[in-house]
Structure formats: C-alpha cells, structure tokens
C-alpha cells in the first residue's frame, strides 16, 4: 500500500508539474502575440488572399470581442508547418539529411498513433535546443522567410484559408495556434494576412537563443491555457469565439471558446466532435473553398521552441 501511495504522489507531481510548464508555455506564447501584434500595428497590411479576383468588400465594423484561434499542421496548411521548415534548413546544411529522415519517422508515429507521449515531446525538445543555442533570431527569422515562399506558400487549405477570411470580413480577429516556433508561426500568419500567432517561445538574451524554452512546448493543454491568456489580454469573449484544429490532441483549446469546427479531423477528433455536436470541415475531399456557405461558426459568436517539438535530431558534427 505504502509502494502504491508514493506511486500515486509522484504521478500526482509530475501532473502538476506538467500543468505548471503547459501554464507558463501558455502565458509567454500570449506575451508573444501580443507584442507582435503591437509590432505590425504600424505596418501595412498585406491585401487579403481572395480566389475570385474580385475587389474586396469594404471592411466590417471590428468586432472586438470576438475571434478565431486556427491550429496550423493539417488544419491550415497540408502537412507539418515544422517539417517543411526542417526541410529548408537541411537543403542549406543545417543539419543532414539522415536527421531529416530521423524526424519524418517521427512524425509519422506521431500521425499514425494520434498522441505524441509526454516523454516524447521532451526528449524532441532537448535534443532540438542544443541545436538552436547560439543561434540567432534575426538568423532563423530571415531563413523561415525563404523557407515559408520555397516550401509552404503552396500548402495552404484553400477552404481553410476561406474560413479565417470569413472571420477577418466579420470584423474579428484570428490568430494561429501551433506548437512551431512563435517566430515561424509568426510569418506564415503574416503571409496570410491573419492578426498573429500562439507558438512555442524559446528562450532569448541579446537576439541569441539560450537553449531553454520558456515553459513547454505549446502543445495539447498548453494551447488551452495560451488561448486563455490571450483572451484575457486582448478583452475577448470566449463564449464568442471559435477554434479549429484537426487533432484530438486540441480538443483542450477547443473546449475552451464558444464553437469548435473540426477540420480535416483525425479519427480520434471525429468521434469526439460527432459525441459533442461540434461541426466537421474536411477539404481533403477537394472540395473548393467557393463552395463553402458561411457556416454558424459566426453566429456562435521555430526559432525556438517548436523547433524543439520538430527538428528531434539536432545537426551533427
């Protein structure tokens, strides 16, 4: 019984523990948003991403208490937003092709088995800081740059795509929410003209990564918590906003606003949308985004640390 009791106590610990860095991952990842969003106020815009060719609309009154959180990797864009970038950076000799092909598999189990362990994602995160230590920002900013136009301007869901304009011509803001690298999350949201991005914070002192990250990975519950402090921050209705994501590893972020949309769901989120009644988009079906009705989701109303959930094998001497 004694031997059962210490079990449970340690098991009990490192849940909180887990709660704790998830809580931290959450809060610095809003910190992010938020200054970034501070940042490109002064900037302009990019004009909105529209397959018709015809002028857009003019814009609706903001909608300040209501948004919409988007997760990235199958949701908004086919495939792993961190796979293309490790793509990229092993093409410029980051590091070698075998560590490429040592995180494809990764990915794959990950896909296949629908949950990535805890234990798994640490492991993925400390091998991956040792290779982002030292570097700068400035350096894997202006490499994601070229990566996203090289590898993942063509990977977007067109319907997806449309359903974050549906939003933006509503007057509300959106913002992605994925485990990448805040930095890299950062750009492809700008490339799409969306408002900004939740992403994993790594760590940085003087514009040079320290090899730590700032909390965990912003993954599964973290993203919840991330939501919350955004919310928080930017005076946002939960009960008003909506979320999408294709895992069921997100059903946390999605418990959390007022309408969830399942898109392009894996099967563990199918069930779990089908059980709670939330909505399911699948545009792996080629559908086009034009045929897309505007659904009651309104009415509802890196690089750092995800290089750390990424790049599992850090370049080799």
Same mark, same amino acid.
């Given at each position: 019984m004694e031997a059962v009791c210490v079990s449970l106590w340690r098991s009990r610990g490192k849940g909180q523990e887990r709660e704790r860095r998830?809580?931290?991952a959450g809060e610095a990842s809003a910190d992010a948003?938020?200054? #970034?969003?501070? $940042?490109l106020a002064t900037v302009e815009p990019p004009a909105p991403l529209r397959d018709t060719g015809e002028p857009a609309p003019p814009p609706a009154p903001p909608d300040l208490t209501a948004a919409a959180f988007f997760d990235v990797d199958?949701? #908004? #864009? #086919?495939?792993?937003?961190?796979f293309h970038f490790a793509r990229g950076l092993a093409a410029r000799k980051y590091f070698t092709t075998s560590d490429l092909a040592g995180f494809a598999w990764q990915q794959v189990k990950f896909r296949v088995g629908g949950r990535e362990s805890h234990d798994g994602i640490q492991s993925h995160r400390e091998q991956a800081l040792s290779f982002v230590a030292g570097r700068s920002v400035e350096e894997m900013v202006a490499v994601g740059e070229e990566i996203y136009d090289e590898l993942m301007a063509d990977k977007i869901w067109a319907g997806t795509r449309a359903l974050a304009q549906m939003h933006l011509d509503a007057g509300q803001r959106v913002w992605l929410v994925t485990a990448t690298p805040v930095e890299l999350a950062a750009i492809i949201a700008r490339r799409l003209g969306l408002t900004g991005a939740l992403g994993t914070v790594a760590e940085s002192?003087?514009?040079v990564y320290t090899g730590r990250l700032v909390g965990d990975l912003l993954h599964g519950r973290a993203k919840a918590h991330a939501v919350r402090a955004l919310a928080a921050r930017e005076g946002l209705n939960l009960r008003r906003c909506t979320a999408y994501s294709d895992s069921?590893?997100?059903? /946390?972020m999605l418990s959390v606003v007022g309408t969830a949309v399942?898109?392009? /769901?894996?099967a563990g989120l199918r069930? $779990?949308?089908r059980r709670r009644g939330w909505e399911i988009r699948d545009f792996r079906t080629g559908r086009k985004a034009a045929k897309i009705g505007v659904p009651s989701v309104l009415g509802a109303g890196a690089v750092a640390g995800a290089v750390a959930a990424g790049l599992a094998y850090r370049r080799r001497a």
């Amino acid at each position: 019984m004694e031997a059962v009791c210490v079990s449970l106590w340690r098991s009990r610990g490192k849940g909180q523990e887990r709660e704790r860095r998830a809580a931290l991952a959450g809060e610095a990842s809003a910190d992010a948003a938020v200054a #970034m969003e501070s $940042a490109l106020a002064t900037v302009e815009p990019p004009a909105p991403l529209r397959d018709t060719g015809e002028p857009a609309p003019p814009p609706a009154p903001p909608d300040l208490t209501a948004a919409a959180f988007f997760d990235v990797d199958n949701t #908004m #864009m #086919m495939g792993a937003s961190i796979f293309h970038f490790a793509r990229g950076l092993a093409a410029r000799k980051y590091f070698t092709t075998s560590d490429l092909a040592g995180f494809a598999w990764q990915q794959v189990k990950f896909r296949v088995g629908g949950r990535e362990s805890h234990d798994g994602i640490q492991s993925h995160r400390e091998q991956a800081l040792s290779f982002v230590a030292g570097r700068s920002v400035e350096e894997m900013v202006a490499v994601g740059e070229e990566i996203y136009d090289e590898l993942m301007a063509d990977k977007i869901w067109a319907g997806t795509r449309a359903l974050a304009q549906m939003h933006l011509d509503a007057g509300q803001r959106v913002w992605l929410v994925t485990a990448t690298p805040v930095e890299l999350a950062a750009i492809i949201a700008r490339r799409l003209g969306l408002t900004g991005a939740l992403g994993t914070v790594a760590e940085s002192v003087d514009g040079v990564y320290t090899g730590r990250l700032v909390g965990d990975l912003l993954h599964g519950r973290a993203k919840a918590h991330a939501v919350r402090a955004l919310a928080a921050r930017e005076g946002l209705n939960l009960r008003r906003c909506t979320a999408y994501s294709d895992s069921q590893n997100d059903v /946390p972020m999605l418990s959390v606003v007022g309408t969830a949309v399942a898109v392009n /769901p894996d099967a563990g989120l199918r069930d $779990a949308a089908r059980r709670r009644g939330w909505e399911i988009r699948d545009f792996r079906t080629g559908r086009k985004a034009a045929k897309i009705g505007v659904p009651s989701v309104l009415g509802a109303g890196a690089v750092a640390g995800a290089v750390a959930a990424g790049l599992a094998y850090r370049r080799r001497a």
